[in-house]
């Protein structure tokens, strides 16, 4: 069996809040380490039927990076989800939910 490997770098402050974030994989074109402002892990716990998540982001991740990374992780779900489902319907809600709350966010940004 071949294996994989991500290595993720936290880079803490005194306060242990993110400075920076830097990532790498085994199957990756890059060569060196990938700097992030932002990221999600997710994994699931089968015998406890629960997610298990990692959310941080870095000082400089501004309001509106922030948006757009959940729009994109939400269409991106709803992807993900029509792949292992062939849930179309469900998949197009998903989308929709994303759309409008990135329009919801846009509209406060105008305010």
């Known amino acids: 069996?071949?294996?994989?490997?991500?290595?993720?770098?936290?880079?803490?402050?005194?306060?242990?809040?993110?400075?920076?974030?830097?990532?790498?994989?085994?199957?990756?074109?890059a060569d060196a380490m990938q700097a992030a402002k932002s990221m999600m892990v997710s994994f699931w716990d089968a015998s406890d039927k629960s997610a298990l998540r990692i959310d941080?982001?870095?000082?400089?991740?501004?309001?509106?990076?922030?948006?757009?990374?959940?729009?994109?992780?939400?269409?991106?779900?709803?992807?993900?989800f029509l792949r292992a489902t062939q849930q179309k319907e469900l998949s197009d809600n998903m989308k929709n939910f994303a759309k409008e709350f990135y329009n919801k966010f846009r509209e406060s940004q105008q305010q």
Not at 4 to 29: C, F, H, M, R, Y
Not at 56 to 80: I, P
Request: charged letters at 20%.
């Open 56 to 80: 941080l982001w870095t000082k400089d991740m501004m309001v509106d990076e922030m948006a757009d990374f959940y729009y994109q992780t939400l269409m991106g779900m709803a992807d993900t």
């Open 1 to 29: 069996m071949k294996t994989s490997t991500i290595n993720i770098e936290i880079g803490l402050d005194e306060g242990k809040v993110p400075q920076s974030i830097q990532w790498s994989a085994t199957d990756s074109t």
